[in-house]
């Protein structure tokens, strides 16, 4: 999206369980498989795969971006949980890719189900990443603008956020009268974006990310369209 701009990753095996799942060389063959089917990706996805797309989404996105299509079928990927929630929300065939983020896909629903049993009156909110058996067990599921807002404006006085429990940390300082309830489900690939890593990286510029101008013109247009529809 930003062609002329340097842009610096503070540790380069800092990847996505998401992202990994899939390749463009996939996406072409999925296209083989189902022509004339618009591929909608999730924003975590390699620039590779976003140049073989048709429009990216964001989860806070996903069910306006695969409406927008007017189409009967659409390709989703690379979440097979998302996938299966904004089927849940529409009326369009979804094909699905078997990707998986791997700190949502932990929860299960007995773990819901104990958390509410030893917290009367606590409100679960759960990401769209999850498994639907965890969703179908929660009050609320929503992407992490979405969770964060349910928050925000009911003010639940015990939460538990069911997604990366570090953005429990973040948003319990802007709430500082809802008790969170966290059982803690780190992400290690986020984990490894630490603040002296941070420093070195923009005091000595390292981590650079270069690619091929093909690349980012296929890519950035899928990025484009997405913006352009919106949330």
Not at 112 to 128: F, L, Q, S
Not at 169 to 187: A, G, M, S, T, W
């Amino acid at each position: 999206m930003s062609p002329d701009k340097k842009v610096l990753l503070p540790d380069m095996k800092a990847g996505c369980s998401l992202s990994s799942s899939i390749t463009g060389k996939d996406v072409r063959l999925l296209k083989e498989k189902y022509p004339g089917v618009p591929v909608v990706s999730y924003v975590n996805t390699s620039a590779e795969v976003k140049a073989e797309t048709d429009v990216c989404c964001t989860s806070a996105n996903a069910v306006k971006i695969v409406k927008s299509l007017g189409v009967k079928k659409v390709i989703f990927l690379p979440d097979d949980y998302l996938a299966k929630y904004v089927a849940s929300q529409t009326d369009v065939e979804i094909i699905a890719w078997k990707g998986i983020c791997m700190v949502h896909d932990q929860f299960n629903e007995k773990e819901i189900n104990d958390i509410r049993d030893k917290n009367p009156g606590i409100k679960i909110i759960a990401h769209p990443e999850c498994p639907p058996e965890v969703i179908n067990a929660s009050d609320f599921a929503g992407s992490t603008s979405g969770m964060i807002n349910y928050v925000k404006d009911n003010q639940p006085s015990k939460v538990m956020m069911v997604t990366e429990c570090s953005m429990s940390d973040n948003i319990q300082v802007e709430n500082p009268n809802v008790e969170f309830i966290k059982p803690c489900n780190l992400c290690p690939h986020m984990k490894r974006i630490t603040l002296p890593k941070i420093l070195d990286c923009l005091e000595n510029e390292t981590g650079e990310i270069i690619m091929d101008k093909n690349t980012i013109d296929k890519a950035r247009l899928s990025v484009e369209k997405m913006v352009a529809i919106g949330r």
